[in-house]
């Protein structure tokens, strides 16, 4: 019983849980990038009366540089042994899911920014950086691990490398195959008679 439990969670591991943990890291690191980075535009640090400065505005940049720092450490950190072969392509499917990742988190604070009417900077952090947030990283942990790193796509090095082991099993010749030949010994010979020498009448 606790062995099957034990190699249930051994499969649950290698299956999801590593990635939600490698993921989480990854993403807790690229949210105080994203936070610092949204709430420094917000005050104005690199210039005011812009439109980096806006709600809208700095929460696109911040999350932009945020989502490369994620691709990254996700495509050489968590997803590493299903990375994509062809990176561009790879990283142009990884955009189009943040980007759909970011416009979830820019529709909670355009509601309550703007719909709302909660302007405060509280209300800014709250709506996009924990609401939006959460909708945002589900989302995009989902279509991660089962679109762009799934172990479907073609040109993923988990698939390739399942490919060439089969390759190998079908055209590779298994190994003995020559030595397992047998070779059907000789009869011994009867009592009293000599190999080769007919047994003389009596």
Same mark, same amino acid.
């Given at each position: 019983?606790?062995s099957n439990?034990g190699?249930?969670f051994a &499969?649950?591991? !290698?299956?999801?849980?590593a ?5 989480? *890291?990854?993403g ?5 990038? $994203?936070?610092?980075?949204f /709430?420094?535009l917000r005050l104005?640090?690199?210039?005011d ?10 929460k +696109?940049i ?7 720092? /994620?691709?990254?450490?996700? %495509?050489?950190?968590?997803?590493r042994a299903h990375r %994509? &072969? /062809?990176?561009? &392509? ?7 899911v943040?980007v759909?990742?970011?416009l979830?988190?820019?529709g909670?604070?355009?509601i309550?920014? !703007?719909?709302? #009417?909660?302007?405060?900077?509280l209300?800014?952090n709250?709506? =996009?950086n *924990?609401v ?5 990283t589900?989302?995009?942990?989902l279509? @991660?691990? @089962?679109?762009? @790193?799934?172990h !479907?796509?073609? $040109?993923?090095?988990?698939n390739? $490398?399942r490919?060439?082991e ?7 010749e298994? $190994?003995?195959? /020559?030595?397992?030949?047998?070779v +059907?010994p000789? &009869?011994?010979?009867?009592? #009293? =008679? =000599?190999? #080769? =020498? ?5």
């Amino acid at each position: 019983m606790t062995s099957n439990v034990g190699s249930a969670f051994a &499969r649950l591991w !290698h299956g999801l849980l590593a990635y939600v943990v490698k993921f989480g *890291v990854v993403g807790l690191i690229g949210l105080v990038i $994203d936070v610092t980075l949204f /709430n420094l535009l917000r005050l104005g640090v690199f210039g005011d009366d812009q439109w980096a400065q806006s709600a809208i505005g700095a929460k +696109t940049i911040s999350t932009s540089v945020a989502i490369i720092f /994620n691709w990254l450490g996700n %495509r050489y950190w968590t997803f590493r042994a299903h990375r %994509r &072969r /062809n990176y561009v &392509r790879e990283f142009i499917e990884y955009a189009i899911v943040s980007v759909g990742g970011m416009l979830i988190s820019l529709g909670c604070l355009w509601i309550t920014h !703007h719909w709302l #009417g909660y302007t405060s900077l509280l209300a800014d952090n709250i709506s =996009t950086n *924990v609401v939006g947030l959460a909708l945002g990283t589900a989302f995009r942990f989902l279509l @991660y691990r @089962y679109w762009v @790193y799934g172990h !479907h796509r073609s $040109d993923g090095l988990s698939n390739l $490398d399942r490919v060439e082991e089969a390759q190998r099993a079908i055209f590779e010749e298994p $190994d003995g195959t /020559n030595d397992a030949a047998e070779v +059907t010994p000789p &009869r011994a010979p009867s009592a #009293g =008679t =000599t190999a #080769g =020498t007919p047994r003389p009448e009596s």
